[in-house]
Nanobody, 123 residues
Framework: QVQVVESGGGLAQAGGSLRLSCTAS????????MAWFRQVPGKEREGLSC???????VYVDSVQGRFTISRDNAKNTLYLQMNSLKAEDTGMYYC?????????????????WGQGTQVTVSS
């Protein structure tokens, strides 16, 4: 059974930093493209950043230059370093996995999901 568990969310001040982690079990982590999504109330979940099995990464414009995605395949863990946080970064952050053959930015092709971790940024 696949389990995806996020951690590291919390409260931060604008301009501050947080680091999210996501641990996946029950799957061959190296064989999966991984991504971070964000959802705010009343809006659809949006893809923020993704990383392929070999480390190639994609960022959407709103987080480019502020967020860094990385993975440690030996630990089955995905990370999201979030710097220069803004109030609009507030939301529930989800980790998701897709098969290796999925292009990183095909946001609708992810099929393993975690329960999310809340990030709140105060201005």
């Amino acid at each position: 059974q696949v389990q995806v568990v996020e951690s590291g969310g919390g409260l931060a001040q604008a301009g501050g930093s947080l680091r999210l982690s996501c641990t996946a079990s029950g799957l061959i982590f190296d064989d999966h493209t991984m991504a971070w999504f964000r959802q705010v109330p009343g809006k659809e979940r949006e893809g923020l950043s993704c990383i392929s099995w070999n480390g190639d990464s994609v960022y959407v414009d709103s987080v480019q230059g502020r967020f860094t995605i990385s993975r440690d395949n030996a630990k089955n863990t995905l990370y999201l370093q979030m710097n220069s946080l803004k109030a609009e970064d507030t939301g529930m952050y989800y980790c998701a996995a897709a098969s290796q053959g999925v292009y990183c930015g095909e946001w609708n092709k992810y099929y393993y999901w975690g329960q999310g971790t809340q990030v709140t940024v105060s201005s």
